[in-house]
């Protein structure tokens, strides 16, 4: 099974989606934190599941989908993933740094 890494902005990015969600409602926005982690496990057992990122074309960089946000991600080698950072799907990625 593949460990899940999930980096310094990836989190940041969960608490930010969070945060402005719950600006609305606190059960939806911790309904849509829930999928997307819940979304980020299936990567545990099929970690090649994800698209290679159109933006980016590098074969190691993927990304799956859940609702609006693209769960970008790194397959670092056989036993381990890196979550990247989860962007909603409306905003331009060229522009944004992806470590």
Do not use: C
Not at 28 to 44: F, G, S
């Amino acid at each position: 099974m593949v460990r899940i890494i999930w980096t310094d902005t990836a989190t940041s990015d969960l608490k930010d989606i969070y945060d402005f969600i719950s600006q609305d409602s606190k059960l939806y926005a911790k309904r849509q934190v829930t999928k997307i982690r819940n979304k980020t496990n299936i990567l545990k057992s099929s970690k090649h599941l994800g698209k290679v990122v159109e933006e980016i074309g590098i074969p190691i960089i993927r990304e799956i989908v859940e609702g609006n946000y693209r769960i970008i991600y790194q397959i670092r080698n056989e036993r381990e993933i890196t979550i990247l950072t989860i962007h909603h799907s409306a905003r331009d990625l060229t522009n944004r740094k992806i470590e």
